[in-house]
């Protein structure tokens, strides 16, 4: 079964950097493009960024664009998400997501919390 591991969040101060990870399992993870979203208290969820199967194509939120960068590792089954010059407005719970036989698939989540 298609399984999503998010992991690297945590507090972080204004300013600061921190990369996420997702580990997948359960899929052919070369052949999928990947995204993440989050979703902050009392908003909808969003999305953050996405990747293309090669990790070629990269696609980004105007809100992150220019302080996150989106990239895989297809011999590790792992998706990850750079993130720089963080906001307190990026506090939210960040999610890894595939499409797979039409079903859209969802880690648990990770928090993400920038504050002084």
């Known amino acids: 079964q298609v399984q999503l591991v998010e992991s690297g969040g945590g507090l972080v101060q204004p300013g600061g950097s921190l990369t996420l990870s997702c580990a997948a399992s359960?899929?052919?993870?070369?052949?999928?493009?990947m995204k993440w979203y989050r979703q902050a208290p009392g908003k909808e969820r969003e999305l953050v960024a996405a990747?293309?199967?090669?990790?070629?194509?990269?696609n980004y939120a105007d809100s992150v664009k220019g302080r996150s960068t989106i990239s895989r590792d297809n011999a590790k089954n792992t998706v990850y998400l750079q993130m720089n010059s963080q906001k307190p407005e990026d506090t939210a719970v960040y999610y890894c997501?595939?499409?797979?036989?039409?079903?859209?698939?969802w880690g648990q989540g990770t928090q993400v919390t920038v504050s002084s």
């Open positions: 990747i293309s199967s090669d990790g070629r194509r990269t």
């Open positions: 359960g899929f052919t993870f070369s052949t999928y493009p």
């Open positions: 997501n595939v499409v797979h036989e039409g079903k859209n698939y």
